[in-house]
T-cell receptor
Framework: AQSVTQLDSQVPVFEEAPVELRCNYS??????LFWYVQYPNQGLQLLLKYLSGSTLVKGINGFEAEFNKSQTSFHLRKPSVHISDTAEYFCAVSAGNTGGFKTIFGAGTRLFVKA | GAVVSQHPSWVICKSGTSVKIECRSL??????MFWYRQFPKQSLMLMATSNEGSKATYEQGVEKDKFLINHASLTLSTLTVTSAHPEDSSFYICSARDLAGGAGEETQYFGPGTRLLVL
């Protein structure tokens, strides 16, 4: 079975500052890794995903994440945030299980961008 | 891109009544759909996996008689909350896979969610 830990429940940051949202995972099998964003009262939007290959993954809205297998991490970064980036961010892992492919979500990190 | 819709987007009902939520894949056929529940300020919890033409697979702790899932066609899955109670109030989100479209098994497309409030 796999699990996901998002180390920060809330991250306040000033506009145009860089930000990193941390995610660690555990799994006994190879996993796929995702970051999703959720705006209030809306569903999830995929920011980026890591399947294989290059460990640095670039996504939408200027976000990127780096897969670090030795540290079992997949931290999300953006060099300069905007007010509009204020949202809930979820890290997720997906792997094959006896019941089929399942996705497990982290608890979420609330990014709050201040002017 | 692949689009998933949910209907209704929000619903208020009285305790003891049943509520049906629809999840549709608009431009692709979804052999597998997932239902999640999200409580305020919490993460998504997988409730069940729904495969077209077969019984849903429920996660541990989810009452299958309370949360009835039907996946009768390749574009529609429904979740019925039977005899709803205030503790069932939550945000319900569905997602779907599009394997025929070339996406991998890991790819899910999420619906916009349905907010249920049971009074």
């Amino acid at each position: 079975a796999q699990s996901v830990t998002q180390l920060d429940s809330q991250v306040p940051v000033f506009e145009e500052a860089p930000v990193e949202l941390r995610c660690n995972y555990s799994s006994s099998v190879s996993v796929y890794l995702f970051w999703y964003v959720q705006y209030p009262n809306q569903g999830l939007q995929l920011l980026l995903k890591y399947l294989s290959g290059s460990t640095l993954v670039k996504g939408i809205n200027g976000f990127e994440a780096e897969f670090n297998k030795s540290q079992t991490s997949f931290h999300l970064r953006k060099p300069s945030v905007h007010i509009s980036d204020t949202a809930e961010y979820f890290c997720a892992v997906s792997a094959g299980n006896t019941g089929g492919f399942k996705t497990i979500f982290g608890a979420g990190t609330r990014l709050f961008v201040k002017a | 891109g692949a689009v998933v819709s949910q209907h209704p987007s929000w619903v208020i009902c009285k305790s003891g009544t049943s509520v049906k939520i629809e999840c549709r894949s608009l431009d692709f056929q979804a052999t597998t759909m997932f239902w999640y529940r999200q409580f305020p300020k919490q993460s998504l919890m997988l409730m069940a996996t729904s495969n077209e033409g077969s019984k849903a697979t429920y996660e541990q702790g989810v009452e299958k008689d309370k949360f009835l899932i039907n996946h009768a066609s390749l574009t529609l899955s429904t979740l019925t909350v039977t005899s709803a109670h205030p503790e069932d109030s939550s945000f319900y989100i569905c997602s779907a896979r599009d394997l025929a479209g070339g996406a991998g098994e890991e790819t899910q497309y999420f619906g916009p969610g349905t907010r249920l409030l049971v009074l």
